[in-house]
C-alpha cells in the first residue's frame, strides 16, 4: 500500500477515535433539540384561565302588555366561552303563564353547552296594564352577572328615560341587599303627567 493510502486510512481512523472519545448521549438519552414531550390529554375548558359555565343575557325587559305574544327567545340569549353564541339550545318552561292577567309569572330557562355543563335560571315574566304615555326607562341591559354585591351600581345600567326626569328614578333592590344566586332589582320612575313607568334588571351574584 502507498503512503497516500496508509494517510487516508490514519486520518479516517483518527477521526474515529475522536468520535467515541467524545461525550455522546448517554444510553437511553434522546439528542438535544429531538426530545419529545409526554403526550397529555387536554380538556378545552382547562386551557381556559378561569372557565365559566354558559351565561344568559337580556336585550329586553320580561315585560308584556296583557294579550301580547310572548316571545322570550326574541330577547333572551346565552354565551358560553367554549361554543361562543348558544342562544338556539335555550330550553324556556313555564307553568302557569296568563297572557291575560297582569302578574308576575316564574319561568324557567337553561342552556347545555358541549361539555354538558348546564346553566339554569329561573326569572320572572311581567304581564302588566299598559298606559299610554307612561315613562319608559331603558337600560343597557337588563341582565348582569356579578362576582359579589360590591360590584353593584344600579345607576350605571341606565340608558336612558323618557317621559321623565333621569333624577326621578327610584331603585328598589331586595330586602337586606343583593344575595348569591338571582335578585330581582326594580327601576320606577314618575313622569310629569303623573303616570309611573317602571322596568326590571336581574343581577347575578355568583356563588
Known amino acids: 500500500m502507498g503512503r497516500q493510502g496508509r494517510r487516508s486510512d490514519q486520518r ?32 378545552p375548558h382547562r386551557r381556559l384561565h378561569r372557565y365559566k359555565s354558559p351565561q344568559f343575557y337580556l336585550s329586553k325587559p320580561l315585560r308584556y302588555g296583557v294579550g301580547e305574544d310572548i316571545q322570550v327567545r326574541d330577547r333572551l340569549g346565552a354565551l358560553d366561552q367554549i361554543d361562543g353564541t348558544i342562544s338556539d339550545r335555550i330550553k324556556v318552561s313555564t307553568d302557569s303563564l296568563q297572557t291575560y292577567y297582569a302578574g308576575l309569572y316564574p319561568v324557567t330557562v337553561e342552556v347545555t353547552n358541549s361539555l354538558g355543563d348546564t346553566a339554569s335560571l329561573t326569572l320572572d315574566i311581567e304581564i302588566y296594564d299598559s298606559i299610554l304615555g307612561e315613562p319608559v326607562i331603558q337600560l343597557d341591559r337588563y341582565l348582569v352577572y356579578l362576582d359579589s354585591a360590591a360590584d353593584f351600581d344600579p345607576d350605571s345600567y341606565i340608558s336612558s328615560v323618557t317621559g321623565a326626569p333621569e333624577s326621578s328614578v327610584r331603585v328598589s333592590t331586595p330586602a337586606g341587599g343583593l344575595r348569591p344566586g338571582v335578585n330581582r332589582i326594580t327601576y320606577t320612575c314618575t313622569g310629569t303627567n303623573g303616570l309611573t313607568g317602571s322596568t326590571v334588571l336581574y343581577a347575578i351574584i355568583q356563588k
Request: glycine share 16%; net charge positive; with cysteine.
Open 12 to 43: 479516517h481512523c483518527g477521526r474515529a477515535r475522536l468520535r467515541r472519545r467524545g461525550k455522546g448521549p448517554a444510553h437511553g438519552e434522546l439528542r438535544r433539540g429531538r426530545q419529545r414531550p409526554a403526550r397529555r390529554k387536554l380538556y
